[in-house]
């Protein structure tokens, strides 16, 4: 459903430009932000994220972060929350 997965699109990237990151280049599904003197970057693909930094906590805290924020919304956040919860 094309609405579905752009109002997805809307709302994950409201969401990371209230956490500062910023779009690569052209691209709108790839971010990045500096968080405590590390890179992050995040790719998105509807409900599919890849996060990558070379601290294992300040990645952690990136994860818990976007789970906590979407765990209260409806079954399709949830089951991004329970992704990102359990790493699957």
Do not use: Y
């Amino acid at each position: 459903m094309p609405s579905a997965a752009h109002a997805w699109h809307t709302m994950i990237s409201a969401f990371l430009q209230r956490e500062s990151c910023e779009t690569i280049g052209f691209e709108k599904s790839l971010w990045r932000v500096l968080i405590d003197g590390h890179h992050i970057l995040l790719g998105a693909h509807t409900d599919d994220f890849v996060i990558a930094c070379t601290n294992c906590l300040v990645l952690n805290a990136v994860r818990m972060r976007l789970f906590e924020a979407f765990e209260e919304h409806g079954q399709g956040e949830q089951a991004f929350a329970h992704k990102l919860r359990t790493g699957q």
